[in-house]
């Protein structure tokens, strides 16, 4: 999804950010997240973030089971994104859609008086993030699109290959890797990945070791 503020630079982002952390959800640079936000102290960050930046820091607790506290232990690598679409439902709800624009190390969490967390954060680290399609040519996509085709088979789910054929590489790794049904543990692993083919050679791997855990191998998938 193209935004109506495109960022060249890291400095253009904010370095203080309200952040939602949520076990298992995972955004990446152009990538784009779909949130039903329904608690009042979230409603009032997607408010506050409306008035000025827009944008909205997405990590994951360090234990899954305290995602439904305020105070526990984050992540300190996330992906600052954007609210790009958003409806009221007239039931006290947001539906919202979040894109990616780059990833960001935690420096500080703030003392703030807001009912949500809130973060100074540093983007130097992922610069790279900002550049389109940045890292594709030298991602063996080949292998993803093999490792995405044995998970399929495993789990009897339906892919529409044409499409797959028609994404370009790095929607294609992103996305998979966004809607992976993967723990915390490997959500992080691939939002941490240094660049795409790193990200790529991770999704392959914690596919293949989901395949043995099942029992499935290749050669019984042919």
Known sequence: MSINRPYKSTAELANSIAIFPLPGALLLPRGQMPLNIFESRYMSMIDDALKVHRLIGMVQPKDA????????DIHN????????????????????T???VARFRVAEELSV???????????????????DRAGEDVVDRKNVVEALRRFAEMRHLHVDWKEIEGTHTEMLVNALSMISP???????????????????????????????RAGTTPSTLQ
Request: glycine share 10%; net charge negative.
């Open 65 to 72: 089971s305290n995602g439904g506290t305020h105070q526990f």
């Open 77 to 96: 690598v996330g992906c600052v994104g954007r609210i790009t679409q958003i409806a009221e439902t007239g039931d006290g709800r947001y539906m919202l």
């Open 98 to 100: 979040l894109t990616g």
């Open 113 to 131: 008086m807001t009912p949500y967390r809130q973060c100074r954060v540093e983007y130097d680290e992922f610069v790279a993030d900002l550049v």
């Open 182 to 212: 993967f723990g915390v543990r490997e959500k992080q692993a691939l939002l941490e990945a240094k660049d795409l083919k790193t990200r790529a050679e991770v999704l392959v791997a914690i596919t293949e070791m989901e395949l043995a």
